[in-house]
Nanobody
């Protein structure tokens, strides 16, 4: 059974940094496209960054230039390092994975089957 568990969220002042982690289990030796997404109250979930089987990355505008996604295959852990955080980055952040080995390297949430419970990020001014 696939499980994704996020951690690392918290409160930070504007301009600060956070590193989110997502521990994945149940994938065996297979690696799927994985990504980070975020959603605020009353808003649609949006992509932040994804990483594919070749460890190529893609960033949505929300994560471009300030965020870095990486994958530690040995420990089955996905990371999102966020810098220069702004108040508008306040959201629940989710880790997700696609269910197909031949996954699509896209930040579109609809392509992702497995989701974690989320970790809250609060950025104050």
């Amino acid at each position: 059974q696939v499980q994704l568990v996020e951690s690392g969220g918290g409160s930070v002042q504007a301009g600060g940094s956070l590193r989110l982690s997502c521990t994945a289990s149940g994938f065996g030796s297979r690696m799927y496209c994985m990504g980070w997404f975020r959603q605020g109250p009353g808003t649609e979930r949006e992509g932040v960054a994804i990483i594919d089987r070749e460890l190529s990355t893609r960033y949505a505008d929300a994560g471009k230039d300030r965020f870095t996604i990486s994958l530690d295959n040995a420990n089955n852990t996905l990371y999102l390092y966020m810098t220069s955080l702004q108040t508008e980055d306040t959201d629940m952040y989710y880790c997700a994975a696609q269910s197909d080995f031949w996954c699509v390297a896209s930040v579109a949430p609809i392509l992702y089957t497995y989701w974690g419970q989320g970790t809250q990020v609060i950025v104050s001014s």
